[in-house]
Nanobody, 125 residues
Framework: QVQLIESGGGLVQAGGSLRLSCAAS????????MGWFRQAPGKEREFVAV????????YYSDSVKGRFTISRDSAKNTVFLQMNSLKPEDTAVYYC??????????????????WGQGTQVTVSS
């Protein structure tokens, strides 16, 4: 029931940085978690990072740990993904997703049903 819109994608050189935004068109309460996923051509949609809105706690995939940071601006109802030290392997369409949080943190795309339209990130070598 949450409407999400991603923005901030683009073309960047390897080693560069980019910040993605995910704006919720409707209010999200503390009992939600919001995540970032990505999908490259010929690949399955994979988990990148997730944040619990109430606490907040954060979780990352091993491939982005130490390089990406997920955060939330509660007043603007927006989640961000700061991407540093970008690699060509990070090239993908990035999606944000929302899920009701009741004590379980979901890291698989199959568990989410509220999705944004995606934003393209291309990292050149």
């Amino acid at each position: 029931q949450v409407q999400l819109i991603e923005s901030g994608g683009g073309l960047v050189q390897a080693g560069g940085s980019l910040r993605l935004s995910c704006a919720a068109s409707e209010h999200t309460f503390n009992n939600y978690l919001m995540g970032w996923f990505r999908q490259a051509p010929g690949k399955e949609r994979e988990f990148v990072a997730v944040i619990t809105l109430g606490v907040p706690n954060t979780y990352y995939s091993d491939s982005v740990k130490g390089r990406f940071t997920i955060s939330r601006d509660s007043a603007k109802n927006t989640v961000f993904l700061q991407m540093n030290s970008l690699k060509p392997e990070d090239t993908a369409v990035y999606y944000c997703a929302a899920h009701v949080y009741a004590g379980v943190v979901y890291t698989s795309a199959e568990e989410y049903s509220d999705w944004g339209q995606g934003t393209q990130v291309t990292v050149s070598s």
